[in-house]
């Protein structure tokens, strides 16, 4: 089973829609959680971090569920801009005591106008 | 602030030849990763240095890869001889702390390599 499970899209939704993306994780002692962008063929960019108690930054709402190892991103009123690869990312202190980042294959969305 | 430098940028050669990458990382991080992304598939850890020390290097195939951080600021990770399945793009990142922290990555815009 991998780390981290991702549906990989892809998403194509018109302009102002709202998109929700999911992901989940094996390992129940992670320790930290955190979205990625990667627009084509370009590098990932830290989009947000996941707090358990949820967190919010514009028009993007992050929440973490320990429980159900769930973690998800909505978009809000989506943007021609917003075009991307959205990587879910997952903290694992297995195999290092600085722990490992472990990615998602990611979920293509695409904003149309 | 100039961010994660790598070179090449794209490097094509042929099977079992031998292939060098390049990465200077932002000025102050004291750990850098590699990582492999293939087509369609998240980025995945190759081997972490914290200084020029290997943090991590439990994913890295060292019967044909091999990675050093001399001095502590630039690295170099090669593969000899390549196979077709090395077929990536090679992302170096930066960061201030260990990937424990922050977890923010400051990745370079990385290496594409076809191997024919």
């Known amino acids: 089973r991998k780390e981290v499970e991702q549906d990989p899209g892809p998403f194509n939704v018109p302009e102002g829609a709202t998109v929700a993306f999911n992901c989940t994780y094996s390992?129940?002692?992670?320790?930290?959680f955190f979205w990625y962008r990667q627009d084509c063929r370009k590098e990932p960019k830290l989009l947000m971090s996941?707090?358990?108690s949820g967190n919010e930054d514009g028009r993007f709402t992050a929440q973490l569920n320990r429980a159900s190892q769930y973690i998800s991103l909505l978009i809000r009123d989506s943007k021609l801009s917003d075009s991307a690869t959205y990587l879910c990312?997952?903290?694992?202190?297995?195999?290092?005591?600085?722990?490992?980042?472990?990615f998602g294959r990611g979920t293509q969305l695409t904003v149309w106008p | 602030e100039a961010g994660v430098a790598q070179s090449p940028r794209y490097k094509i050669i042929e099977k079992r030849q031998s292939v060098a990458f390049w990465c200077n990382p932002i000025?102050?991080?004291?750990?850098l990763y590699w990582y492999q992304q293939i087509l369609g598939q998240g980025p995945k850890l190759l081997i972490q240095?914290?200084?020029?020390?290997?943090?991590?290097d439990s994913q890295l195939p060292k019967d044909r890869f091999s990675a050093e951080r001399l001095k502590g600021v630039d690295s170099t990770l090669k593969i000899q001889p390549a196979k077709l399945e090395d077929s990536a793009v090679y992302l170096c990142?930066?960061?201030?702390?260990?990937?424990?922290?922050?977890?923010?990555?400051?990745f370079g815009e990385g290496s594409r390599l076809t191997v024919l």
């Open positions: 990312v997952v903290n694992d202190i297995r195999g290092s005591t600085l722990g490992r980042l472990y």
């Open positions: 996941v707090y358990s």
């Open positions: 390992n129940s002692a992670s320790q930290s």
């Open positions: 000025s102050g991080h004291a750990t």
């Open positions: 240095f914290q200084n020029n020390g290997v943090v991590d």
């Open positions: 990142a930066s960061s201030l702390v260990g990937q424990g922290g922050t977890g923010e990555l400051f």
